[in-house]
Nanobody, 123 residues
């Protein structure tokens, strides 16, 4: 079993910053790509940022220059540094990871989701 636990959400004023963390734990052999999604009320869940096991990064246009995704492979953790926050960034943020669980000679790959953490940006 694999779990992703998120932390770091909260309430900030426009222009402020937050740092989200998501740690994977359980019977993990290897974590491949990791990413952050967000979902605002009445809207579809969208990919915000993603990072591969080789540290290649991708961002949705609306957060480029403001958000930075990073990872610590030794800790199986992905981070999202959010600067210059805007009210339109308000959403529940979910982490996602492509995880190989098991052992080197007997494993399976699947995507796991974090529980979600609320980010609220006031104007």
């Amino acid at each position: 079993q694999v779990q992703l636990v998120e932390s770091g959400g909260g309430l900030v004023q426009a222009g402020g910053s937050l740092r989200l963390s998501c740690a994977a734990s359980g019977n993990i052999f290897m974590v491949e790509a990791m990413g952050w999604y967000r979902q605002a009320p009445g809207k579809q869940r969208e990919l915000v940022a993603a990072i591969t096991s080789g540290f290649s990064e991708r961002y949705v246009d609306s957060v480029k220059g403001r958000f930075t995704i990073s990872r610590d492979n030794a800790k199986n953790t992905v981070y999202l540094q959010m600067n210059s926050l805007k009210p339109e960034d308000t959403a529940v943020y979910y982490c996602n990871a492509d995880v190989k669980s098991g052992t080197w000679n007997n494993y399976r790959s699947r995507y796991y989701w974090g529980q979600g953490t609320q980010v609220t940006v006031s104007s």
